[in-house]
């Protein structure tokens, strides 16, 4: 796929194969077209020549939202007046899951990100990492079929970022749902 902005071609040519269950990084430094990648899967821009296909299926036409895609952004986009749990509820609401069953994939999915029993918390009552892990909950909590990690790691400290990046793993090699992350940092594309 390529993304052009004006004369500016911010995705040129980008072609590969995920299989299935795999965990890829795709480094590079500030400006050379990684989010735009990632948006371009997720819906939110249209390439302006290729195709995405997601399972075999040509995407470029549907709507985000009708793409089983989970996303981690920089800026977490959590709901600072919502709860823990009605955070990763949300997605689960927005697809008209069966409400009866939705407390109980709430707190599996708390469980998985180590948070069992914070789903009452607001999220300013979370730590940085705390909150990191409700981002990674609410975006798989709906079984996507792909993860998209946007370099989520980058605004917590060295330790903490560290850490997550293990989760991370864990979390993927435990679902075992395919994931891309994209990421500046060489040390974290490492891990």
């Known amino acids: 796929v390529s993304m052009v902005f004006g004369n500016v071609h911010a995705v040129k040519s980008a072609s590969f194969d ?24 997720a819906g939110f821009d249209r390439p302006t020549g290729g ?27 959590l709901f600072p ?6 955070n990763v ?7 008209r899951h069966d409400a009866r069953r939705i407390p109980e994939k709430v707190e599996r999915y708390l469980d998985l990100v180590r948070l069992g029993g914070y789903g009452n918390r ?8 705390q909150q990191q892990r409700v981002a990674i909950a609410r975006a798989l909590v709906f079984e996507p079929d792909l993860l998209l990690l ?9 330790k903490l970022r ?3 990046q293990l989760e991370f793993r864990r ?17 974290e594309a490492l891990v």
């Open 18 to 41: 995920l299989p299935k269950g795999r965990f890829l990084t795709i480094l590079g430094p500030s400006g050379s077209g990684k989010t735009t990648l990632l948006r371009m899967i």
């Open 51 to 77: 195709e995405i296909f997601i399972n075999g299926q040509p995407v470029s036409a549907v709507p985000p939202h009708g793409r089983a895609i989970g996303m981690v952004f920089q800026k977490l986009a």
């Open 81 to 86: 007046h919502m709860t823990a749990g009605e």
């Open 89 to 95: 509820a949300f997605p689960l609401k927005m697809r």
């Open 122 to 129: 607001r999220i300013n009552e979370l730590s940085g990492g």
């Open 150 to 158: 946007d370099e989520p790691l980058a605004a917590l400290d060295r």
């Open 162 to 164: 560290e850490e997550m």
């Open 171 to 187: 979390i993927q090699k435990e679902l075992g749902v395919t994931t891309i992350n994209v990421t500046h940092d060489q040390r």
